[in-house]
T-cell receptor
Framework: GDSVTQMEGPVTLSEEAFLTINCTYTATGYPSLFWYVQYPGEGLQLLLKATKADDKGSNKGFEATYRKETTSFHLEKGSVQVSDSAVYFCALRTNSGNTPLVFGKGTRLSVIA | EAGVTQSPTHLIKTRGQQATLRCSPISGHTSVYWYQQALGLGLQFLLWYDEGEERNRGNFPPRFSGRQFPNYSSELNVNALELEDSALYLC????????????FGPGTRLTVT
């Protein structure tokens, strides 16, 4: 079945450090890919998405590129802030039938000043 | 515009009891999704309702059930509670169908003792 694997956390970085959170997927066909963020005490928010190979999603300084050849969708940010501390979830949605989102287990990021 | 709302925020039950969780979608959204976020397991899809009907369900036993009302709000019922049902239950809504972006509520924290 479809699945998403993302790097284990927690990840602790100093402010202004470079962030990479790895995400790989297994799916039939050509899924759409997403990164969601969950701030403490809140629900999930869509951070960015990409719907086809080589698409780059970007938002709030975060970027991820849909790599079909490596089945990956790694999240990057050049300079993290304390306010980026949250749990990040990689997810996919296949474009067939009525299949909803499939999530990875989440990666907790803590940014210290 | 009001977002997805869920009630109650917290719910404490004992093993064997029944729990009822409620969700109100964003105005105009007809699809409601339920996810379970258990510690260390990421988010797992539970149920999807649209236009009052169950469209898909995840790999959960039948004691997890729900319904959608004519105003598109939804209820999740968990019967014969077990300790491992302790989790954050997230509701999301979207325009009709899985191809639309899902907007998440803050969740209901269910604790089974």
């Amino acid at each position: 079945g479809d699945s998403v694997t993302q790097m284990e956390g927690p990840v602790t970085l100093s402010e202004e450090a470079f962030l990479t959170i790895n995400c790989t997927y297994t799916a039939t066909g050509y899924p759409s890919l997403f990164w969601y963020v969950q701030y403490p005490g809140e629900g999930l928010q869509l951070l960015l998405k990409a719907t086809k190979a080589d698409d780059k999603g970007s938002n709030k300084g975060f970027e991820a590129t849909y790599r079909k050849e490596t089945t990956s969708f790694h999240l990057e940010k050049g300079s993290v802030q304390v306010s980026d501390s949250a749990v990040y979830f990689c997810a996919l949605r296949t474009n067939s039938g009525n299949t909803p989102l499939v999530f990875g287990k989440g990666t907790r990021l803590s940014v210290i000043a | 515009e009001a977002g997805v709302t869920q009630s109650p925020t917290h719910l404490i039950k004992t093993r064997g009891q029944q729990a009822t969780l409620r969700c109100s979608p964003i105005s105009g959204h007809t699809s409601v999704y339920w996810y379970q976020q258990a510690l260390g397991l990421g988010l797992q899809f539970l149920l999807w309702y649209d236009e009052g009907e169950e469209r898909n369900r995840g790999n959960f036993p039948p004691r997890f059930s729900g319904r959608q009302f004519p105003n598109y709000s939804s209820e999740l019922n968990v019967n014969a509670l077990e300790l491992e049902d302790s989790a954050l239950y997230l509701c999301a809504s979207s325009l009709r169908g899985v191809s639309y972006e899902q907007y998440f509520g803050p969740g209901t924290r269910l604790t089974v003792t």
